[in-house]
């Protein structure tokens, strides 16, 4: 079973508007980290949250987690051309018991395409 | 700062031979690192955690024995891919992880640029 579900799984825009990607975890997350990636490319850091409520923003793009550490979503207001890739939601989960690895594991990610 | 760099980025190789990936932290020490495998048009899916002076620790599913991971030093955790197969083309990729130091037990988490294996 898939521990963090990211939607949509694509997305097409028109330039110019709104969208808004969401992650939702079935576990409590201890953080949850943003990236943006070109196709066969690295992933590029966007945004990390670690408190419940927590929202940040960088140009046009806002992440918020919720008060409960299970769900964060992805607003981009204004999209551009520049804004089309592939988001990935990254997760630190809360780890019970001796172990402790810090791992973080991803979302299915969500391809966005933006039209001029 | 917390760059990584990870070579080489594409490589293709004959079926049953070995390749050898690098990811090298740069600017910081990397006591752990992790190795992804990224499937067209899918997400990450974690292989191993890669912990520098002892061994790996491997996902569910994943063959250590096929998967070999090393981290001899604080800045190189390197993946060999022994006898390698054309099911194992793919794309992996390499993170390390970095402590923010803005509160305990805090990390941010730098990619390499991926390493795209092709096996003939």
């Known amino acids: 079973s898939q521990e963090l579900e990211q939607s949509p799984q694509s997305l097409i825009v028109q330039e110019g508007k709104n969208l808004t990607i969401n992650c939702t975890s079935s576990k409590t997350l201890y953080g949850l980290y943003w990236y943006k990636q070109k196709y066969g490319e690295g992933l590029i850091f966007l945004m990390m949250?670690?408190?419940?409520?927590e929202e940040k923003s960088h140009e046009k793009i806002t992440a918020k987690l919720d008060e409960k550490k299970q769900q964060s979503s992805l607003h981009i207001t204004a999209s551009q051309p520049s804004h089309a890739g592939i988001y990935l939601c990254g997760a630190r989960l809360i780890e019970l018991g001796s172990s402790n690895t810090g791992k973080l594991i991803f979302g299915q990610g969500t391809t966005l395409q933006v039209k001029p | 700062g917390a760059v990584v760099s990870q070579h080489p980025s594409r490589v293709i190789c004959k079926s049953g031979t070995s390749v050898k990936i690098e990811c090298r932290s740069l600017?910081?020490?990397?006591?752990?690192m992790f190795w992804y495998r990224q499937f067209p048009k899918k997400s990450l899916m974690l292989m191993a955690t890669s912990n520098e002076g002892s061994k790996a620790t491997y996902e569910q599913g994943v063959e250590k024995d096929k998967f070999l991971i090393n981290h001899a030093s604080l800045t190189l955790s390197t993946l060999t891919v022994t006898s390698a197969h054309p099911e194992d083309s793919s794309f992996y990729i390499c993170?390390?992880?970095?402590?923010?130091?803005?509160?305990?037990?805090?990390?941010?988490?730098?990619f390499g640029s991926g390493t795209r294996l092709t096996v003939v």
């Open positions: 993170s390390a992880r970095y402590a923010l130091g803005n509160r305990v037990d805090s990390y941010g988490y730098t």
């Open positions: 949250l670690q408190k419940g409520g």
């Open positions: 600017d910081f020490q990397a006591t752990t």
